[in-house]
């Protein structure tokens, strides 16, 4: 068996091949272009039996990645913080691309279920959508805090009741009053107002867009009280196919839901996981919050914790654990429909 390590960078692939002891065979660097790919499955092809390793860094190991999978190659995903030890543990000192690209190696070969890769689906296209949206709510809510100031020197005492500027109808009313105003802070306070005005409209139709796609894709985690269009749509495009975690105990940990064992002895405790997925914490974190809020499922749960002595922040803790746990099941359950969806059509086609 063959493990052929990948250090990838935006212009240069760096691979390595190590056997199953870790003893280096050979190295080769080829442009990070499809061409250079084809150059790396050449140089590849002499070892029959072999496992590519990519470090997980998407933005640059993307394309190598898709184009290994494409062509029948078996690829594993290295979270980069495994590097650090298997680079310590190397007898050759510095840092390089063929040092990093070997210990990218052998730290596939030193760990048992690595997540293997697969071809990414419609996943990845709501989840660029739902970052790009995130990015317009970002760069709005900058405008906006900067026309609330010019809005304070022009006319103080009469800003617009907060939360507000999003309304087409709060928005026509500030234009017309500024249009009374002369000089350069009225001038771009009415850029603003076009900018807010344009940039609402896009939000708004990304978020129908959006809405559409995750009805299709995740009717069952819909389902669930206190999960909307746009936790949904986070939760299955961060998870990025829900397939890939063995068990609903690792997609815990991913999500950084599960609690990390800080024990030695007979003192068994466990302490808060500040790693994890954080986007998706913060989804569940907005599902616990809301079913609390509501009186969902989650609110008896979390009047028993409360009731056994715990803090609002550990039965809040204890719900985003239970809510990892059902989201796993949901969202099984929706990768599963899909597939028998699929399987008619595949077939028809």
């Not at 100031?149 to 309304?167: A, Q, T, V």
């Not at 466990?270 to 569940?284: D, F, M, P, T, V």
Request: glycine share 8%.
């Amino acid at each position: 068996m063959v493990i052929i390590g990948v250090d990838s960078h935006k212009r240069t692939h760096t691979v390595v091949a190590v056997d199953e002891t870790g003893r280096k065979l050979g190295e080769k660097t080829a442009p990070a272009t499809p061409d250079g790919h084809l150059e790396l499955r050449a140089w590849a092809g002499r070892s029959p039996d072999r496992t590519w390793a990519l470090e997980d860094c998407r933005h640059l190991s993307r394309r190598l990645e898709r184009d290994l999978l494409r062509a029948g190659e078996r690829v594993l995903r290295v979270p980069p913080r495994l590097m650090a030890g298997a680079r310590r543990a190397g007898r050759e000192p510095g840092k390089s691309d063929p040092i990093d690209a070997l210990a990218v190696a052998r730290a596939a070969l030193r760990e048992p279920d690595l997540p293997v890769a697969v071809l990414e689906g419609p996943e990845r296209d709501l989840r660029l959508l739902v970052d790009h949206r995130d990015d317009l709510v970002a760069e709005r809510t900058r405008d906006m805090a900067r026309l609330r100031w010019h809005l304070h020197e022009l006319d103080p005492g009469n800003e617009p009741s907060p939360r507000s500027l999003d309304r087409a109808k709060v928005l026509a009313a500030l234009e017309a009053r500024l249009a009374t105003f002369e000089g350069t802070v009225a001038r771009l306070a009415r850029a603003l107002v076009t900018r807010i005005r344009a940039l609402t409209a896009e939000i708004n139709a990304l978020e129908r867009e959006i809405t559409g796609l995750v009805a299709a894709l995740a009717p069952s985690l819909l389902a669930l009280r206190g999960c909307g269009a746009l936790s949904a749509a986070k939760l299955v495009g961060e998870a990025g196919g829900i397939a890939r975690f063995r068990s609903r105990a690792a997609f815990a940990r991913h999500n950084g839901s599960a609690p990390v064992p800080v024990w030695s002895g007979n003192d068994v405790r466990h302490r808060l996981s500040r790693g994890g997925n954080r986007q998706l914490n913060a989804a569940l974190h907005r599902i616990a919050i809301t079913q609390v809020r509501i009186g969902a499922e989650g609110r008896r749960y979390y009047d028993q914790r409360i009731a056994a002595g715990d803090t609002t922040t550990e039965a809040y803790r204890a719900l985003r654990r239970r809510l990892s746990d059902e989201v796993y099941r949901r969202m099984r359950d929706d990768d599963g429909l899909l597939a028998t969806t699929r399987a008619p059509l595949a077939a028809a086609a």
